[in-house]
């Protein structure tokens, strides 16, 4: 049988939810990869309770297959990819999982605490601001091939883009102003594509017992 031939109602499931990056970047694989999946869209405030008997962390996106629960995006990422990965996302120099663990420890950390100010201490902000920039400003540095490891697209491009676009809509126009030319024309990329518009669906809150859904 032709995975994509799997009866509806059989899929593997994923618990996303629209607008977090990690469930964005993991939707933007699946859909990359031509795997689907059934979408259950949750919220983070009501967690049903299928979802909580599955995921440990209790975070999304969560999937599950018939053997294994994948808790993590980026592990969800590379599922799909090992699957099929016609444009070889996967075929990425080791450095990539280094600069994907920047992003999404320091540079998430720092992140956060400039999108979520009030929640921090006042006096770190700049600092934040700053550790966000160096980051953003490496990048910047490196996707002048076009893309972060060369002439085509790798899984840190869109394990990372969708925090590189989490940051910059904080204040885009300050975004804008930083003249980071290479950044910006990557992520227009990401957000102009068609793929994008395929992963920003939007779909109602899963209820158990509601008609399958099924991604894309
Ligand atoms: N390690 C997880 C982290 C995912 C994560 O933190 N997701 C957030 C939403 S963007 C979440 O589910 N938070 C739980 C909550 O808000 O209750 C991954 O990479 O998949």
């Not at 599922?79 to 070889?88: G, V």
């Not at 992520?187 to 894309?216: A, C, H, M, R």
Request: proline share 7%; with cysteine.
């Amino acid at each position: 049988m032709n995975k994509n031939d799997i009866d509806l109602g059989r899929y593997p499931i994923l618990y996303s939810f629209r607008r977090c990056p990690y469930a964005i970047r993991a939707r933007f694989a699946i859909v990359l990869s031509g795997v689907k999946v059934e979408l259950r869209e949750i919220v983070l405030r009501d967690k049903p309770t299928e979802f909580l008997q599955e995921s440990l962390s209790a975070t999304v996106p969560c999937l599950v297959t018939k053997g294994k629960v994948f808790d993590e995006s980026l592990d969800i990422m590379k599922w799909a990819f090992e699957i099929n990965d016609p444009e070889h996302f996967l075929n990425m120099p080791l450095d990539g999982y280094d600069l994907i663990k920047h992003s999404d420890g320091p540079f998430k950390d720092a992140l956060d605490r400039v999108k979520y100010a009030s929640r921090y201490p006042s006096d770190l902000f700049d600092e934040s601001r700053q550790r966000a920039e160096e980051f953003l400003k490496l990048l910047n540095k490196q996707l002048c091939q076009p893309y972060l490891f060369g002439p085509r697209p790798t899984l840190a491009d869109i394990a990372i883009f969708p925090f590189v676009r989490q940051f910059a809509f904080i204040d885009k126009a300050w975004f804008d102003n930083q003249k980071w030319l290479n950044l910006s024309t990557w992520l227009d990329t990401y957000l102009k594509s068609p793929t994008f518009e395929i992963t920003q669906q939007k779909f109602p809150k899963w209820i158990k017992g509601n008609s399958v859904i099924s991604f894309p």
